[in-house]
């Protein structure tokens, strides 16, 4: 079992290598958050939750800038989705969207989509458990 102190050590490591590594010519870069709500056409939900899953495995596969994408979908309204992106900076998030796989994934659910609010926000702070 791991001491406490040392636990602290090493989360106190990750964090450094993890913003370290959003560093270059001596500036921080600042990652790029952002917010999407959907609504599926419930008739399509399942080739919509397809298509998604295949974009986003693919996107934290092969874009290193692209450094965590959550979808999570409400009880009681499964058609509704919530998107949490996080990106390394403004290029790797124009990157992104510019990707063959993102660009597949628009044209394939492009009617599947009722209704889409993107949320632009700002990091106040970004934690994460290192289990």
């Given at each position: 079992?791991?001491?406490?102190?040392?636990?602290?050590?090493?989360?106190?490591?990750?964090?450094?290598?993890?913003?370290?590594?959003?560093?270059?010519?001596?500036?921080?870069?600042?990652?790029?958050?952002?917010?999407?709500?959907?609504?599926?056409?419930?008739?399509?939900?399942?080739?919509?939750?397809?298509?998604?899953?295949?974009?986003?495995?693919?996107?934290v596969r092969i874009e290193p800038g692209v450094l965590?994408?959550?979808?999570?979908?409400?009880?009681?309204?499964?058609?509704?989705?919530?998107?949490?992106?996080?990106?390394?900076?403004?290029?790797?998030?124009?990157?992104?969207?510019?990707?063959?796989?993102?660009?597949?994934?628009?044209?394939?659910?492009?009617?599947?989509?009722?209704?889409?609010?993107?949320?632009?926000?700002?990091?106040?702070?970004?934690?994460?458990?290192?289990?």
């Open positions: 079992m791991m001491k406490p102190r040392h636990a602290l050590i090493l989360c106190a490591a990750m964090a450094a290598s993890f913003l370290g590594g959003l560093a270059f010519a001596g500036k921080a870069a600042v990652p790029v958050v952002r917010i999407a709500e959907l609504e599926i056409d419930p008739a399509q939900l399942d080739a919509y939750q397809a298509a998604v899953k295949e974009e986003m495995a693919t996107s965590a994408i959550y979808a999570v979908a409400e009880k009681a309204h499964p058609n509704r989705l919530r998107f949490f992106e996080m990106y390394a900076d403004e290029a790797a998030y124009r990157s992104h969207l510019a990707s063959p796989h993102f660009q597949k994934y628009v044209k394939t659910t492009q009617q599947m989509i009722l209704s889409r609010k993107l949320i632009e926000t700002v990091p106040v702070l970004l934690a994460t458990n290192p289990r």
